[in-house]
Each structure stands twice: as structure tokens, then as C-alpha cells.
């Protein structure tokens, strides 16, 4: 049986730090009110107008070709989960690939919000399981400051700019991708959303003059769905493939909020020493989350190690992923 596995992962941030300290001069808020609602006390932003989601997202890809020893031609397949393209068209994946001199692989897009790396992920490993692919490149990258009205202390303290990449290659080893389990509802669509810049709402001078190019949120009943069907779809994975709390090594959960990232935690069984967390320092990078745990914590990871992944996002979209770790961590370069 081949199984898709994890061979090597990486991660990019932008230079530029914006605190909770540097937010207080901007909007009504404090860092004590952003720390204990969200846990987030910094984020990365990128100031350089000339800079896309695909610039972070090749900085992420071409550390993860070098650490493992492979160039760009060698790729098959790159899929890019993001909500923030560079442009509506071409997608960024096509773009990443061409700075890259990736010439031999093909890419597409997945838009699912912060779910997009699982999704991403899950979908790239069927091009494995198949045998049709060797080497497929998984990235979750977006450029959330873009799309954030930093006049709006709902949403602007709690995002950041970030990508993360992963590499899948066939094993017959029982580690790789084990299970998954992903879900959508459309109706939580009212919740978060972008307005205006689709064919609903075309850009236009009122959409502009109206602020609506940017995420709404309602946060209220986002945090609510998010609490309940992230826990959920995590514990109900562990269920499945009989695993308990004692043989799950770690818990990779999308960071949005340490609030809801504990009450997975909890639901799951599982204690705070087994729980990747940096959201602190990078707050909400929407796809880039989980892949960028996965490269702070890589480190910490030995080959059979049991990892669940889990997120929740705009759509709604949910789910989580049952993975075997593949290599020791330890003797990976940074």
C-alpha cells in the first residue's frame, strides 16, 4: 500500500513585527485585551507593496527543495491553499512555480480558508496514493494584511503573513497520511466573508468608498462553530482509528485562538505539553498556520510519532488529518 508521507517541511515569515503595543496606537484596543482573548502578542506583516503571497510562498518552497537535497524540476505537482492570490488570475500556484523554475510541474489553487492546507494536503496525497506523482509540493501561504481594515479592532489584531510548505512522496512504511476527515457548510458563509471583489460585487467606487474589500467577521458565532466542530472532527478521527489520548504524540491545530485551540485540546484528551502552539508570535496566518507549526516544532518530531492536524475556517470549512510522521526531526537542517 503507498501512503503519502511528510519528507520534509518549511516555513517563511516577512521581517516586519507588528505587536499588540504597536496596535494600541492604531485602534482602541490594549495588549491585555488582545493576549486574553486571543493569545496572539505579535504578528509578522509584509511592508514591501511590491511583495505577493507567491514571493513568501517560493522563500517557503525553495528552503524546503534545499533541505532536501532535490531542485525544482524534480517537482510534479505544486498546490497552493490560499485566500489571498496575487491576482483573481493566473493562479498563484502557476506564478510560484515560475519563479521557482519549477518547468515540469503542474499547480492549482484551493481556497478554503484557514482549512486551505488541510484541504490542500488531503488532496495531494491522493496524487501520491495513485501512483502517478512522486514529489508534490503543498504550500499554505497568505498575505492576510491586504485584506485586514486596520481601522477595525475586530479583525485587525488577530492576523499575520506567513507560508508554509510541506513535501509528499510515496512510502510503503506504515508512517504518511493515515485518515482524514473534512467537512463544509456553506451557510456560516454570512459569518466570514469578503463583501466585495467577486461576481457578486464587482470592484467599483462604492464597494472601495464602503470599506468592503476587506475580511468581515462576526466573531461571536465564528468562535462558536469553531469551538464545537473543530473539537469535534478531532476527537471523532481519533475515534475512528482507535486511538487514545496516550498515543497521540501531538496536536497541530489551526491558530485563530488559544481559546479554541485548548477546547480541541481538552475534547481530545489531550494534555498541554502535546499542544503546537505559536500563536503568539505569528497570530492567524490563515493557510499558513498548521504547515508553519509543523516547521517550529519539526525538531521535536521522531519517525511513527502521531499527529493530528485540525482547522477550522471561512465557508465554514473544517476538518482534521490523522498523519504517521515519517522522519526524525531532529536530523533535519532548519
Known amino acids: 500500500m503507498i501512503r503519502a508521507a511528510i519528507t520534509a517541511v518549511a516555513g517563511f515569515l516577512p521581517e516586519n ?53 532535490i531542485g525544482p524540476e524534480e517537482i510534479d505537482l505544486l498546490i497552493c491553499g490560499t485566500v489571498t492570490p496575487d491576482m483573481v488570475f493566473p493562479a498563484t500556484s502557476n506564478l510560484i512555480c515560475a519563479k521557482l523554475g519549477a518547468v515540469n510541474a503542474w499547480g492549482y489553487d484551493l481556497s478554503a480558508a484557514c482549512s486551505g492546507f488541510i484541504y490542500a494536503l488531503t488532496t495531494g496525497s491522493q496524487f501520491i496514493e495513485t501512483g502517478r506523482y512522486k514529489k508534490v509540493v503543498v504550500v499554505g501561504a497568505d498575505m492576510m494584511s491586504r ?24 512510502t510503503e512504511e506504515p508512517v504518511g497520511i493515515i485518515d482524514f476527515m473534512l467537512h463544509a457548510d456553506g451557510n456560516g458563509a454570512t459569518h466570514l466573508h469578503m463583501k466585495a471583489g467577486g461576481s457578486l460585487r464587482p470592484a467599483s467606487h462604492e464597494t472601495v468608498d464602503n470599506r468592503q474589500h476587506f475580511a468581515y467577521q462576526e466573531g461571536q458565532a465564528v468562535f462558536k462553530h469553531a469551538v464545537v466542530n473543530m473539537a469535534e472532527v478531532s476527537a471523532k478521527i481519533m475515534e475512528k482509528n482507535n486511538l487514545t489520548a496516550a498515543d497521540v504524540q501531538w496536536l497541530a491545530a489551526h491558530q485563530a485562538n488559544k481559546r479554541i485551540i485548548d477546547a480541541t485540546s481538552q475534547r481530545m484528551g489531550v494534555g498541554p505539553e502535546k499542544v503546537m502552539m505559536n500563536i503568539e508570535r505569528y497570530g492567524n496566518t490563515t493557510a499558513g498556520t498548521i504547515p508553519l507549526l509543523l516547521w517550529d516544532y519539526e525538531k521535536q518530531l521522531k519517525k511513527g510519532d502521531n499527529l493530528i492536524l485540525s482547522a477550522f475556517g471561512g465557508g465554514f470549512t473544517w476538518g482534521a488529518v490523522y498523519i504517521k510522521w515519517a522522519y526524525d526531526g531532529s536530523k533535519s537542517g532548519k
Open 147 to 170: 485584506i485586514i481594515d486596520y481601522t477595525d479592532r475586530a479583525t485587525c489584531v488577530i492576523f499575520g503573513d506567513g507560508a508554509g510548505a510541506v513535501l509528499l512522496e510515496p
Open 17 to 69: 513585527v507588528l505587536t499588540n503595543k504597536d496596535l494600541e496606537k492604531m485602534i482602541d484596543t490594549t495588549d491585555e485585551w488582545i493576549t486574553t482573548r486571543t493569545g496572539i502578542k505579535e504578528r509578522h506583516i509584509e511592508n514591501d507593496p511590491e511583495k505577493a503571497t507567491s514571493d513568501m510562498a517560493v522563500e517557503a518552497v525553495r528552503l524546503l527543495l534545499k533541505k532536501r537535497g
